[in-house]
Protein backbone atom coordinates (compact mmCIF):
# COMPACT_ATOMS: atom_id res chain seq x y z
CA UNK A 1 0.00 0.00 0.00
CA UNK A 2 1.42 3.59 -1.13
CA UNK A 3 0.92 5.87 1.34
CA UNK A 4 1.44 10.49 1.93
CA UNK A 5 2.62 10.92 5.05
CA UNK A 6 1.23 13.62 7.23
CA UNK A 7 3.82 14.34 9.84
CA UNK A 8 2.58 15.48 13.34
CA UNK A 9 2.53 18.78 14.63
CA UNK A 10 3.97 20.49 17.66
CA UNK A 11 0.63 22.61 18.25
CA UNK A 12 -2.52 21.25 18.48
CA UNK A 13 -5.80 23.59 17.77
CA UNK A 14 -7.87 23.66 20.66
CA UNK A 15 -11.37 21.85 21.21
CA UNK A 16 -14.24 22.06 22.94
CA UNK A 17 -14.21 18.90 25.25
CA UNK A 18 -17.85 18.72 25.32
CA UNK A 19 -18.42 18.75 21.66
CA UNK A 20 -19.50 15.29 19.83
CA UNK A 21 -18.95 15.28 16.31
CA UNK A 22 -19.57 11.54 16.03
CA UNK A 23 -22.72 10.16 15.68
CA UNK A 24 -23.03 6.41 15.80
CA UNK A 25 -20.75 3.98 17.91
CA UNK A 26 -20.23 0.15 17.46
CA UNK A 27 -18.53 -0.77 20.82
CA UNK A 28 -20.34 -3.76 22.77
CA UNK A 29 -23.42 -2.58 21.21
CA UNK A 30 -24.54 0.04 18.45
CA UNK A 31 -25.43 3.75 19.69
CA UNK A 32 -26.44 6.83 18.23
CA UNK A 33 -28.03 9.90 18.73
CA UNK A 34 -28.37 10.91 22.71
CA UNK A 35 -27.31 6.64 23.50
CA UNK A 36 -23.24 8.64 23.08
CA UNK A 37 -23.54 10.10 25.81
CA UNK A 38 -19.94 11.66 28.07
CA UNK A 39 -20.33 8.71 29.98
CA UNK A 40 -19.84 6.35 26.99
CA UNK A 41 -17.25 8.08 25.33
CA UNK A 42 -15.56 8.11 29.39
CA UNK A 43 -15.45 4.39 28.87
CA UNK A 44 -14.29 4.12 25.41
CA UNK A 45 -11.61 6.10 26.49
CA UNK A 46 -10.44 4.94 29.61
CA UNK A 47 -11.17 1.58 27.85
CA UNK A 48 -8.30 1.84 25.14
CA UNK A 49 -4.89 1.43 27.25
CA UNK A 50 -6.15 -1.88 28.42
CA UNK A 51 -7.33 -3.29 24.95
CA UNK A 52 -10.21 -2.11 22.80
CA UNK A 53 -12.02 -2.76 19.43
CA UNK A 54 -14.77 -0.09 18.27
CA UNK A 55 -15.43 1.79 15.70
CA UNK A 56 -16.70 5.31 15.44
CA UNK A 57 -19.00 7.22 12.95
CA UNK A 58 -19.52 10.66 11.90
CA UNK A 59 -21.96 9.20 9.51
CA UNK A 60 -25.60 8.59 11.58
CA UNK A 61 -26.86 5.77 9.92
CA UNK A 62 -23.20 3.42 10.32
CA UNK A 63 -22.49 3.13 7.19
CA UNK A 64 -19.50 5.59 6.06
CA UNK A 65 -17.05 7.93 7.54
CA UNK A 66 -15.77 5.97 10.34
CA UNK A 67 -12.94 5.47 12.42
CA UNK A 68 -11.54 2.04 13.59
CA UNK A 69 -10.23 1.85 17.01
CA UNK A 70 -8.05 -1.01 17.90
CA UNK A 71 -5.83 -1.53 20.83
CA UNK A 72 -4.32 -4.69 22.70
CA UNK A 73 -2.60 -2.92 25.49
CA UNK A 74 0.59 -2.36 23.48
CA UNK A 75 -0.16 -1.46 20.01
CA UNK A 76 -2.58 1.10 18.71
CA UNK A 77 -4.13 1.03 15.06
CA UNK A 78 -6.58 4.20 14.00
CA UNK A 79 -7.87 3.20 10.30
CA UNK A 80 -10.36 6.02 8.85
CA UNK A 81 -12.76 4.84 6.41
CA UNK A 82 -14.37 7.63 3.84
CA UNK A 83 -16.51 8.07 1.02
CA UNK A 84 -17.10 4.59 1.38
CA UNK A 85 -13.52 3.27 0.91
CA UNK A 86 -12.06 5.88 -1.78
CA UNK A 87 -10.39 7.75 1.08
CA UNK A 88 -8.54 6.26 3.63
CA UNK A 89 -5.97 7.47 6.50
CA UNK A 90 -4.24 5.17 8.83
CA UNK A 91 -2.14 5.92 11.88
CA UNK A 92 1.13 6.03 10.89
CA UNK A 93 4.71 4.67 12.97
CA UNK A 94 7.74 6.06 11.22
CA UNK A 95 10.28 3.64 13.55
CA UNK A 96 8.65 1.12 11.47
CA UNK A 97 8.70 3.18 7.98
CA UNK A 98 8.91 0.26 5.31
CA UNK A 99 8.73 -3.02 8.00
CA UNK A 100 5.95 -5.47 6.75
CA UNK A 101 6.03 -7.20 9.95
CA UNK A 102 2.83 -7.42 11.34
CA UNK A 103 1.38 -6.34 15.03
CA UNK A 104 -1.48 -8.50 16.82
CA UNK A 105 -4.08 -6.46 16.26
CA UNK A 106 -6.84 -7.52 13.25
CA UNK A 107 -8.86 -5.00 11.46
CA UNK A 108 -12.53 -6.08 11.04
CA UNK A 109 -11.41 -9.03 13.28
CA UNK A 110 -9.54 -10.49 9.95
CA UNK A 111 -6.61 -8.20 8.37
CA UNK A 112 -3.31 -8.50 10.18
CA UNK A 113 -2.40 -4.56 10.75
CA UNK A 114 1.46 -3.68 10.29
CA UNK A 115 3.99 -2.25 12.88
CA UNK A 116 4.51 0.89 10.36
CA UNK A 117 0.15 1.38 10.90
CA UNK A 118 0.44 0.95 14.72
CA UNK A 119 1.50 2.96 17.60
CA UNK A 120 3.64 2.29 20.42
CA UNK A 121 2.48 5.36 22.17
CA UNK A 122 -0.86 4.78 23.54
CA UNK A 123 -1.47 8.18 25.19
CA UNK A 124 -1.06 9.80 22.01
CA UNK A 125 -3.10 7.51 20.38
CA UNK A 126 -6.00 8.21 23.01
CA UNK A 127 -5.91 11.91 22.56
CA UNK A 128 -6.11 10.83 18.67
CA UNK A 129 -9.44 9.15 19.59
CA UNK A 130 -10.69 12.14 21.91
CA UNK A 131 -9.99 14.58 18.91
CA UNK A 132 -11.62 12.35 16.62
CA UNK A 133 -15.03 12.07 18.90
CA UNK A 134 -15.01 16.02 19.61
CA UNK A 135 -13.80 17.46 15.97
CA UNK A 136 -14.29 14.21 13.65
CA UNK A 137 -10.82 15.81 12.80
CA UNK A 138 -7.87 13.63 12.38
CA UNK A 139 -5.64 14.34 15.68
CA UNK A 140 -2.41 16.37 14.48
CA UNK A 141 -0.34 15.36 17.42
CA UNK A 142 0.44 12.14 15.60
CA UNK A 143 1.60 11.30 12.12
CA UNK A 144 -1.40 10.09 9.92
CA UNK A 145 -0.42 8.07 6.67
CA UNK A 146 -3.17 8.83 3.60
CA UNK A 147 -3.63 5.56 1.45
CA UNK A 148 -3.06 6.87 -2.30
Given at each position: ???????????????????I??????????????????????????????????I??????GE????E???????????????????????????Y?GV??????????Q??????L????????V???????????F???????K??
Open positions: MELQIIPKQDAIPEFDPHTAVQYIEYDRSYSGDQITEALIAKILKQIPSGIETLYLDPDDNWLVLCDGQWLALGFCGDFGQNNYYSYNPAATEKTPLRSGGSPIEKEALQDIEAGKAVEYFIRTGEYPGIDWGQL
